[in-house]
């Protein structure tokens, strides 16, 4: 995979930073409680301004690769569209709710109290209303996928999920009996969506005036990559700090929320995959729909939870669970369409209602 990874060092073994930055986390989280809670306190109108900061870092240089102009594309092979559509805004997070319930209020009601049940719940639909977005370009890649159509795939997602995210969110966090303050919903949509693609709006226009060749954006989103991991990375340490110990108390709970998570990943994956070979779209169209309806935009969704619930909350905890599970699960099913291309190769292509 080395020579075609476009993740670096860093990000093909994420998941490991993110073990390790979980590891120091707790450890100094266990070690120096005072200063987590100084940093805790840091806070306005629910949102802490070290954690804010720390998402921006994550969040903008993946909105500088969100390209509106695609958007002339979409009658361009509409069934990969059609299925990335329904996958995650009709049937992904309401899935994901449902496997929350079943595992925290049933199978696992004896080991979790009632509350933080809620709260774990709570930071599973979170992840399951908020579709991939920068990602997706990776796992695109790595199975070889329509790049330009990904790309309408990934600008659509998120102009809906400016509108959608919230209504969703809030509907199911509703009927799972959970209180959701509407103006927190809303202001976190405008922190971490609005504001941050704006900004990647902005930056990619002045960019492209500047050189139309797109290769003066490219640097400048390669130089950010580095600081959005980091980003990530220290958002990891805090969260885990703040959690110290009730990890400490309770260390197998990461893998009861990592449970119902990975049923879900592979679950949506195989349904998407599965539609997309019956529907006869070409793999280089299905690898990357059904890869985008699997993986999160977890950095909104740790950025949400964090604004509604708070740091030291259960809901936090289970979307930063996410991240350390999304890595290893995208990999290994990335591995598994690269496996299955032959299959779909067999399958008639489809014909474009709008020739290019």
């Known amino acids: 995979m080395s020579e075609e990874s476009p993740l670096g060092i860093f990000g093909r073994y994420l998941s490991l930073w993110v073990g390790l930055c979980i590891l120091v986390g707790i450890g100094l989280g266990y070690a120096f409680p005072a200063l987590f809670q100084l940093v805790a306190n840091l806070e306005y109108a629910n949102v802490n301004f070290i954690v804010a900061v720390l998402i921006w870092v994550m969040i903008y240089p993946m909105m500088t690769q969100v390209d509106f102009s695609s958007l002339k594309d979409l009658g361009r092979k509409p069934r990969g569209l059609c299925i990335t559509l329904v996958v995650n805004w009709l049937i992904k997070p309401f ?54 159509y990904t790309l309408v795939q990934v600008s659509i997602n998120d102009l809906i999920m400016v509108f959608a995210f919230a209504p969703i969110a809030a509907f199911l966090l509703g009927i799972t009996n959970i209180v959701v303050p509407w103006e927190t919903l809303l202001l976190s949509v405008v922190l971490y969506v609005v504001i941050p693609l704006v900004a990647g709006y902005i930056t990619r226009h002045t960019l492209f005036k500047k050189d139309y060749t797109g290769e003066t954006l490219k640097r400048f989103a390669k130089h950010l990559e580095p600081y959005s991991i980091i980003g990530l990375l220290a958002t990891v340490i805090l969260l885990f700090g703040f959690q110290a110990q009730i990890i400490l108390d309770n260390p197998f709970i990461i893998g009861l929320i990592a449970v119902p998570l990975l049923i879900q990943s592979y679950s949506i994956f195989f349904f998407a995959y599965g539609w997309s070979y019956l529907w006869k779209v070409p793999h280089n169209i299905a690898a990357p729909a059904s890869l985008i309806g699997t993986s999160n935009f977890f950095e909104l969704a740790v950025a949400v939870a964090i604004s509604l619930f708070g740091l030291n909350s259960g809901a936090a905890l289970a979307t930063v669970v996410g991240v350390l599970v999304e890595v290893p699960v995208m990999l290994s099913l990335v591995a598994f369409a690269n496996r299955t291309k032959r299959l779909f190769s067999k399958r008639e292509p489809i014909v474009p209602i709008i020739n290019e």
């Open 95 to 148: 899935t994901m709710a449902g496997l929350g319930v079943l595992f925290f209020e049933h199978i696992f009601a004896g080991l979790v109290e009632p509350q933080t049940a809620k709260e774990y719940i709570a930071g599973m639909i979170l992840l399951g209303v908020a579709p991939c977005t920068a990602m997706v370009f990776v796992w695109s890649q790595l199975t070889r996928g329509d790049t330009s």
